[in-house]
């Protein structure tokens, strides 16, 4: 095929690449070594290149031949030839764990810079051209959190906005959202972004010792949008599991009787709304946008009624029978909740709230709290991207991939949130990738541009390629077959010619 002469940069992707190290096995999928891919598109032509993030957890790992640094999924234990007491003293530093900086999640624009990210409060710098892996960063110098989404958002000015959570900090378990500035100022141009890192606010959980999980937050032009849902991390287990012998993620924990919060900071204030929103117990993992109008906030996420994907996608469950057996318990759901921040505080209770044209529903109930139901836009999407020029704002398409009982995406999808209309591609054999939209730089429209998706064939035998289809029609333009085995990754970016620092090829 031909690629758009304006499609000029790198597409920078990262996952989990190693699952064996010597005679030692991960236990969980999301616990691999980080592999780092990208594919770079210059004057009409496509180059690969891959490397492992060269990590203190790789290292040590490589090392030592087995696995000796914890991930979520699987618990690493100290060499049994040292002596009693060092082991006794391995297992109290354990309490609050150390985290790993096997950052395989997502990557992240800071400043000038890219970070490899994770979970967990590390990221690790690295060169976009090379895939080298420069200095390590600990959040937590900077702000008090123990775990950090990897799903930032980044406002108008560049600057980096992004949600971790402090455990028992000063006797509080919290919430903070911080912001990185993108740049310093000119008589400091020596210090990183992150000495000038700020918390912006901070939301106390609902539970000291039960922080919820997220993976993801949301943000419009004026609020902040949290959720606080009922899958939470169970800290008195988690710092126990050393000694248990169990994984962390055996103490994440799902209650389905209980209820999910909804919160809203005011960027301008840097204070949460006083009213309290609430919907039925779910599992999310991804926002897809949001947005305000005439009072309203308006946010899209993916959910689930249970916690089974994260069991599905242990090792053990990932063998040659995967796509009959895996079958999801709950297929994911894109839901549309519409939230009344500004509303007739005399509403007779019972009443629905919400004013504009959704099937959405938000009804004050009697203690004063406010009960939201969503639409269901549509079913069996994930991994969700959109144009980001859009992000806040109100939009029309997402780019996901499409799943049905299988947690293995089969084929993507171009969904309208106006029409309901949806454009799959897919083909036998195939399982691509999350997929990424290109804008075109003389854009008058909002899917006007490329989707770029990579794609894994089933069989070893077939080689994995890049797909770039015409984002508007949803045909294929082009393909670059790699001769290389390609991992299944997670999430990446886009990073245009432009924005490269103008280092030597």
């Known amino acids: 095929g031909q690629l758009p002469t304006w499609l000029q940069g790198i597409l920078l992707r990262n996952g989990p690449g190693m699952h064996v190290i010597g005679d030692s096995k991960y236990n969980h999928w999301f616990d691999g070594l980080a592999l780092l891919h990208s594919f770079t598109f210059k004057n009409g032509e496509v180059y690969y290149r891959s490397k492992y993030l060269r990590s203190d957890t790789y290292n040590c790992n490589i090392e030592a031949n087995r696995i000796v640094v914890s991930e979520f999924g699987t618990m690493a234990y100290p060499d049994p030839c040292k002596n009693i007491f060092a082991k006794a003293f391995s297992y109290l530093s354990h309490t609050i764990p150390e985290f790993t900086d096997n950052c395989l999640i997502n990557i992240m624009k800071a400043g000038d810079d890219f970070y490899a990210t994770g979970e967990t409060n590390f990221i690790r710098k690295i060169n976009p051209q090379t895939l080298e892996t420069l200095e390590k960063v600990d959040y937590n110098k900077y702000v008090a959190v123990n775990l950090a989404t990897s799903h930032p958002h980044y406002d108008s000015d560049g600057n980096v906005l992004n949600m971790g959570t402090s455990i028992v900090d000063k006797g509080k378990t919290k919430y903070l959202l911080f912001k990185i500035p993108s740049s310093v100022p000119e008589q400091e141009k020596k210090k990183s972004c992150f000495k000038h890192l700020e918390v912006v606010c901070s939301i106390p959980s609902r539970s000291l010792l039960h922080p919820s999980y997220y993976h993801s937050f949301g943000i419009t032009e004026n609020y902040i949008i949290f959720i606080e849902q009922p899958f939470r991390l169970d800290i008195p287990k988690m710092a126990t599991a050393y000694i248990r012998g169990v994984s962390w993620a055996s103490c994440l924990a799902f209650n389905k009787d209980d209820k999910t919060w909804f919160h809203f900071i005011d960027k301008r204030t840097k204070k949460e709304v006083s009213t309290k929103f609430y919907t039925d117990a779910m599992v999310f993992f991804h926002h897809i946008n949001a947005y305000e109008e005439d009072g309203h906030v308006i946010f899209d996420i993916i959910a689930y009624t249970d916690n089974s994907l994260y069991d599905m996608f242990y090792l053990k469950n990932l063998n040659k029978d995967f796509e009959e057996n895996a079958k999801l318990t709950s297929i994911p759901a894109c839901k549309r909740f519409v939230v009344p921040l500004q509303y007739d505080k005399d509403a007779l209770v019972d009443s629905n709230l919400v004013t504009l044209p959704f099937t959405a529903t938000a009804v004050k109930k009697k203690d004063g709290n406010i009960y939201c139901q969503p639409e269901i836009l549509c079913e069996g999407i994930e991994l969700p991207r959109i144009n980001y020029d859009y992000n806040g704002k109100k939009y029309k398409y997402v780019f996901a991939t499409e799943v049905q009982w299988s947690p293995v995406p089969t084929k993507i999808a171009k969904f309208n949130t106006q029409t309901k209309e949806m454009l799959h ?44 289809l015409d984002a508007k029609t949803f045909t294929e333009l082009g393909r670059a077959t790699v001769n290389v085995e390609i991992h299944m990754d997670l999430h990446g970016i886009f990073i245009p010619q432009h924005v490269m620092k103008t280092e030597t090829e």
């Open 425 to 468: 591609w897919g083909q036998d054999d195939c399982w691509p990738s999350e997929p990424i939209f290109v804008p075109n730089p003389d854009a008058k429209e909002e899917d006007d541009g490329v989707v770029l998706t990579c794609v894994v064939k089933t069989d070893p035998k077939d080689p994995p390629f890049l797909l770039v």
